[in-house]
């Protein structure tokens, strides 16, 4: 009886303390700061200058409350889904505002 009672008890203890790391990981995450408009626009010309096809366009970003704005010349179409893209992957962007120009 006396050994049901300590596994009991061992289990319950490991449930609650399971419990708690769950609750202090989620207070963690909780605890991280939205990125500032700066921060956020240098991370999404960050991420644009990381695409070799983009990278050469030397796109502006600019950023409000998490709105993304993309401006620049482009030669072709494509350059300015896949900048879209690219600035949708960026954690903290709510929504893009594609800018970007045809050439000629």
């Known amino acids: 009886m006396k050994r049901i009672a300590s596994r009991t008890l061992l289990l ?6 399971g ?13 991280v700061a939205a990125p500032t408009d700066e921060q956020l626009a240098a991370s999404v010309k960050q991420a644009l200058d990381a695409e070799p096809e983009l990278k050469p366009l030397d796109l ?9 704005t993309i401006e620049g010349v482009m030669t072709d179409d494509q350059q ?12 903290g962007v709510k929504f893009v505002i594609n800018k970007m120009e045809q050439k000629g």
């Not at 300015?80 to 954690?91: C, D, N, R, S, T």
């Open 19 to 31: 419990a708690f790391a769950a609750h202090a990981v989620y207070a963690e995450d909780a605890a």
């Open 12 to 17: 319950a203890v490991l449930a609650c303390s």
């Open 80 to 91: 300015m889904f896949k900048a879209g893209q690219a600035a949708e992957k960026v954690p």
């Open 60 to 68: 502006k970003v600019s950023s409000k409350k998490g709105e993304v």
